[in-house]
């Protein structure tokens, strides 16, 4: 099973965005999606909620997967 940190960058890139098209997208900057999907942050619980979202997938899906 992927992380979170592993998903986020897998969907991101399934979708043909860069890191500031998706920090745009949630309202963070792209050194702020460099972060979650490096493992060194953790999305806000809102920001969770908007890149699931945004994604089409569920925020569990997404966030209670191998940390």
């Known amino acids: 099973m992927a992380t979170t940190a592993e998903e986020i960058k897998r969907l991101r890139k399934k979708e043909g965005l860069t890191q500031e098209q998706l920090g745009e997208v949630i309202g963070v900057t ?38």
Do not use: C, Q, W
């Open 30 to 67: 792209g050194m702020a999606v460099s972060k979650y999907e490096s493992g060194d942050a953790v999305p806000s619980d809102d920001n969770k909620m908007k890149i699931a979202r945004h994604f089409g997938v569920s925020v569990e899906s997404l966030f209670f997967t191998n940390k």
